[in-house]
């Protein structure tokens, strides 16, 4: 497991953009699928976007399809999320994870390290 650490949350009015990002301790950082979920109160936790180890290939839920990009720097132990376009329904606490599958998974039983959460609100 790698320790994790989300930051760049924040309240934006709707259109505007926040970049996230999550700190992994751990040299073994560069070998884990990196992912991002979130979830609002009373509901599941949601895949929003995953990348794999080398960030050849990377996966959205459709709806941040063409919004959200996410990225990784294995130099810093960083995985980023940059949202833009953002609607309040993208309300949420985002939540880094890692996994050390091999290919990319929606589903979080597949991830066993997460962050502590960081929260976004968007304002309409």
């Known amino acids: 497991q790698v320790q994790l650490v989300e930051s760049g949350g924040g309240l934006v009015q709707t259109g505007g953009s926040l970049r996230l990002s999550c700190v992994a301790s751990g040299r073994t950082f560069r070998s884990y699928t990196m992912g991002w979920f979130r979830q609002t109160p009373g509901k599941e936790r949601e895949f929003v976007a995953a990348?794999?180890?080398?960030?050849?290939?990377?996966y959205y839920t459709d709806s941040v399809k063409g919004r959200f990009t996410i990225s990784r720097d294995n130099a810093k132990n960083t995985v980023y999320l940059q949202m833009r376009s953002l609607k309040p329904e993208d309300t949420a606490v985002y939540y880094c994870?890692?996994?050390?599958?091999?290919?990319?998974?929606?589903?979080?039983?597949?991830?066993?390290?997460w962050g502590q959460g960081t929260q976004v609100t968007v304002s309409s």
């Open positions: 994870a890692a996994s050390p599958n091999g290919a990319i998974f929606t589903t979080r039983s597949a991830y066993d390290s």
């Open positions: 990348i794999s180890w080398s960030g050849g290939n990377t």
